[in-house]
């Protein structure tokens, strides 16, 4: 047998009896969706389509791969797209490596599993220092951590003063020619070519004659679901905007149908301080009117303007599919990492003050928006991450069911969110996490043995969820149609 740490992340996923035993979380999402369907949207394989939209979290993206992974594998297939950084690059990813009809996350897989996180640190050896001093604070946070922390960071400070126009520590060429090089491999070098991966055939609307409106639905399913949408989301801090990609590219490139779309994702995941922003200089011919339209901002465009992390902004945007004129033909899954807002942040010093600062600002209008709509409540599934990882348990779980070949000792508990240097093995467990999140969402786990810390989840239910939003239909008024038709106008879609 190969031994555990020479094995691929890949490798270690498929011998997760958990996520894949004949009773495991992927056969269990078949059997719930089989007898209680989650969309009305089908092809000719059987296969049911969903909306989704994924947040931002670094490192803790492994655990998207593993909640799209497990649903996909479970005959589930991804229609409108949608995240904010690592939420992002999934998205991203997910269009590029096919149309929406094939199974593409055993791909991604292989992508992410050959893929070296800790090299994206590209500024140089206090940059390397730096997050992995940040990363031991989560287990160390005595008064010799916080100063070398402090230490390093007015290092950095002192270093940029002698280069003002360094804005970040890490200038993202790396991941940049990361992203570029994954793809070119798969022929996307244009955003027309990616355009090209977000047409549709072979759908068709499942039992459309016990649907309420069934003239309405079949308008709205020739005329909406040809093609699907990509979105994004980056923060424009000159003009204080959330700027969604490739939507509102024609405000910041001149062709945007030849641009790479390894611009967009560059973008979305420019942590501040932490990678360089994005800078584009204002266009010779400037669409005046399309900045209006498209963010509401109506001085002339920046002379340079500066993209950085779509998490300013929104970093959970699951608002950006959102209708309320209508019983959707299909849900928009919404998938969190971490669990909001359950303890009060702990403040204790000056970067505790700053981060608490930070995430108050980039998630109370994700908060507000989902507090406010009842119906998103119902479609959103969070991802643990702040469970304790225990190699003992993962190892007696899926690896060789011995003790043996555990990681390394001095490995955190925790998952950090700037964790580049994770091991292989707590990838898996990342991942393992996602998986979990995918079975209880689709089929509660009540019946399933859960950890007694753990809420109780009910099943999603595709025939309640209509009901409740066919409670909350309001017809839009002339005035609001006409200004989503000016949206379009301006924006750049399939």
């Known amino acids: 047998m190969t031994s555990s740490n020479d094995m691929k992340l890949s490798d270690l996923i498929m011998e997760n009896t958990r996520i894949h035993s004949n009773d495991g979380y992927i056969s269990q999402i078949k059997k719930q969706i089989t007898e209680f369907p989650i969309s009305d949207i089908v092809d000719d394989k059987g296969n049911q389509y969903v909306d989704l939209v994924m947040q931002g979290g670094g490192v803790w993206g492994i655990a998207l791969i593993g909640f799209t992974y497990t649903l996909e594998q479970a005959d589930i297939r991804f229609l409108n797209l949608g995240g904010t950084s690592a939420g992002a690059i999934n998205a991203l990813l997910l269009t590029a490596l096919g149309k929406p009809s094939e199974e593409k996350n055993t791909e991604l897989l292989d992508i992410f599993d050959s893929m070296q996180l800790e090299k994206f640190i590209d500024g140089g050896f206090i940059a390397r220092s730096l997050v992995k001093d940040l990363q031991k604070y989560e287990d160390d946070q005595s008064i010799f951590m916080k100063s070398k922390i402090i230490l390093k960071i007015l290092g950095a400070v002192a270093a940029r003063k002698l280069c003002p126009k360094i804005l970040g520590l890490n200038p993202g060429h790396k991941f940049e020619e990361w992203l570029e090089k994954t793809l070119n491999k798969k022929g996307i070098s244009t955003t027309k070519e990616l355009f090209n991966n977000l047409q549709n055939s072979n759908l068709k609307i499942r039992d459309i004659d016990i649907r309420k409106f069934r003239p309405f639905d079949e308008s709205r399913f020739e005329n909406d679901f040809k093609n699907n949408v990509l979105a994004m989301v980056t923060s424009d801090i000159t ?80 608002d950006v599919f959102h209708s309320r004129d209508c019983i959707p033909l299909c849900p928009t899954f919404g998938v969190k990492l971490g669990v909001d807002r359950e303890k009060s942040l702990k403040i204790d010093w000056i970067l505790n003050f700053v981060g608490a600062m930070f995430d108050t600002a980039r998630h109370n209008s994700d908060y507000s928006f989902v507090y406010n709509n009842e119906d998103y409540r119902k479609i959103i599934t969070f991802i643990d991450t702040a469970k304790i990882y225990d190699p003992i348990k993962e190892a007696k779980s899926y690896i060789d069911g011995t003790y043996a070949n555990l990681p390394p000792k001095n490995e955190s508990p925790k998952y950090g969110w700037l964790e580049f240097g994770m091991s292989t093995k707590k990838k898996a467990a990342l991942f393992a996490l996602g998986a979990k999140a995918a079975r209880d969402f689709i089929c509660g786990n009540q019946v399933f043995e859960v950890d007694p810390n753990e809420k109780v989840i009910e099943p999603f239910d595709w025939r309640v969820y209509k009901v409740l939003r066919e409670s909350l239909v309001v017809q839009d008024p002339p005035a609001y149609r006409k200004w989503k038709d000016e949206i379009r106008q301006h924006s750049l879609f399939p």
Do not use: C
Not at 256 to 267: C, G, I, M, Q, W
Not at 288 to 310: I, N
């Open 239 to 318: 003009t204080e905007s959330k700027i969604v990609l490739p939507q509102m590219a024609p405000l910041y490139w001149e062709n945007p149908l030849t641009t790479h779309p390894k611009e967009y994702v560059r973008a979305s995941m420019s942590i501040p301080l932490f990678f360089e922003p994005v800078r584009r200089p204002q266009l010779k011919e400037y669409p005046k009117d399309s900045w209006k339209v498209l963010t509401g901002y109506e001085g002339p465009p920046p002379e340079l303007a500066y993209l950085v992390d779509g998490g300013i902004t929104s970093n959970f945007p699951i």
